[in-house]
């Protein structure tokens, strides 16, 4: 393609979907199979403030109106309901006559149809038939509007998230690194991307090559550290009983959204890839597929349309999967390297428990301990945060961060990164996924609560910029891992495996052989 028309074609396609607006539960198009949500609109209507200070605090300014819309729209489909009762019910006596006048000869109601003729009757039966129409739409229309407003709104928040904007420190983990205040001077920090490409272990420009930019190849030993790294986070997760499920990466837009994930952000900025359809598919009605971008939504779609037997909870799920995120916006220092990605691997929990606070904060410490029982093991300086309310996705009554101290990202946040995070989501995911259980007998929601226990990329940053030694020109490998990197305790061009291109050949008596 001649280039000059590729980059006009790029550039429509980017105005193309800045044009896009910010898309909606209710846009993602459910087929008949889907799960009905089931929404609480009565605590709505009952907590009418609550949701609106809600919004406010939580950045979502458009739907802080919907309580108050919702209000309305309920007494309007009150209005509408009485009018149809008396509808109905001289309906039901024009009916009656109908079909018998002789039954009817004695009811004093129906005095006035007594008087009127048959013709008249029927007339009027058919103009009521025609009035209840109308007024059965305007209810259903009353009602739609109501639930597709409700689930707009994003969950209440926990009386322990702090108001806000400010996070709120809950504690470290393992001690500060040497120079943590103020590096000397014959201290030399590097970034990650300047340690992985000099060993050889991160190819960025080969991966903007193959895919753009966003995109990267682990080489070698950082290849292997990433599945060491999964196979660490997964045994201490089994350890704690925690469930292993390998998940699909591929969900239905409408099963990411009823978890809280919108295709795109307030300001319309894509989130998520979707997956392509061809217009005949889309005129059948087939769902919409999108990359998941947390395996999250696949673990919360496992149980979507069921009921989940009460004896079972909590059930803790923990998964590893690729993840997606198409992460818009433009690219700088603050994203450089693996910090912002595209697609990396991730170690997930997730867990269903009774709708009980106690149970919920016993499973969500539970995670909270396996975060830090990692990230210590790891050698990682960390901070553990309570995220504030504006902080908040859709789904999360409570989120706590986990950051590491990256050594080339002092001038951001003071070199705090964000590795992992831990949000309890109470019923708002069951409730859209339709997802039950019982207590007492009676039908209910059981509530979520998911948590990272590794995401590859991040934490592999932090290791090489934390672990390298600037006179050796070597990375430690904490000792947690060597038992899948092959007892290595240290990556670098000393004395690490030979690569391909670092071996010779010669030919002897008609036979390749290594020299």
Request: with cysteine.
């Amino acid at each position: 393609m001649n280039r000059s028309l590729a980059c006009l074609r790029c550039r429509g396609l980017r105005a193309k979907a800045r044009a896009l607006p910010a898309r909606t539960f209710a846009d993602n198009k459910r087929p008949p199979t889907a799960p009905k949500p089931i929404i609480d609109i009565k605590h709505v209507r009952q907590n009418p403030e609550l949701y609106e200070r809600t919004c406010l605090e939580r950045n979502y300014r458009n739907q802080a109106a919907h309580p108050a819309r919702i209000l309305e729209l309920h007494s309007q489909w009150q209005a509408l309901q009485r009018q149809g009762r008396a509808l109905r019910e001289r309906s039901n006596l024009l009916r009656k006559f109908l079909a018998n006048p002789a039954t009817s000869s004695g009811d004093d109601d129906v005095q006035d149809i007594r008087e009127m003729s048959r013709q008249q009757v029927q007339d009027e039966a058919r103009r009521l038939k025609g009035e209840l129409s109308g007024i059965e739409k305007g209810e259903a229309a009353a009602a739609a509007e109501m639930e597709a407003l409700a689930l707009e709104m994003p969950n209440l928040t926990s009386d322990d998230t702090p108001r806000g904007h400010e996070a709120l420190v809950l504690g470290y983990i393992n001690s500060p690194p040497a120079a943590f205040d103020k590096s000397p001077e014959n201290k030399v920090w590097r970034s990650h991307v300047h340690v992985g490409s000099e060993l050889g272990l991160l190819d960025f420009s080969g991966a903007a090559a193959a895919s753009g930019w966003g995109w990267y190849y682990l080489v070698g030993e950082a290849a292997q550290l990433e599945q060491a790294l999964v196979q660490y986070a997964l045994a201490v997760a089994t350890r704690h009983g925690w469930t292993q499920v390998s998940p699909p990466t591929m969900v239905y837009s409408h099963i990411g959204a009823a978890c809280g994930f919108r295709p795109r952000d307030q300001h319309g900025e894509q989130q998520v890839y979707a997956v392509a359809r061809s217009e005949a598919d889309a005129d059948r009605g087939v769902p919409e597929l999108c990359l998941a971008g947390t395996s999250e939504i696949a673990l919360a779609g496992m149980k979507a349309n069921a009921a989940i037997d009460p004896e079972d909870l909590p059930m803790k799920r923990v998964a590893v999967s690729r993840c997606y995120r198409a992460e818009a916006g433009a690219r700088g220092a603050d994203t450089k390297g693996l910090y912002r990605v595209h697609e990396f691997t991730k170690v997930e929990m997730f867990a269903w428990t009774s709708p009980s606070r106690d149970e919920e904060q016993d499973v969500y410490q539970e995670m909270l301990d396996v975060q830090a029982e990692i990230m210590q093991s790891l050698g990682l300086y960390c901070r553990v945060l309570s995220m504030p309310a504006a902080d908040l996705g859709a789904s999360a009554a409570r989120k706590v961060d986990v950051e590491a101290w990256f050594p080339s990202r002092q001038s951001i946040n003071d070199g705090w990164g964000e590795l992992t995070s831990a949000s309890t989501c109470t019923d708002y995911q069951t409730r859209r996924l339709a997802t039950r259980t019982r207590v007492d007998g009676k039908v209910s929601f059981p509530w979520t609560c998911n948590g990272t226990a590794l995401a590859v990329p991040r934490v592999m940053a932090a290791l090489f910029e934390n672990g390298w030694d600037e006179e050796t020109g070597t990375v430690a490998i904490p000792e947690v891992l060597r038992p899948w990197m092959d007892g290595l305790e240290r990556i670098g061009r000393v004395g690490r495996r030979r690569n391909a291109h670092e071996v010779t050949f010669t030919q002897k008596d008609g036979h390749v052989e290594e020299a």
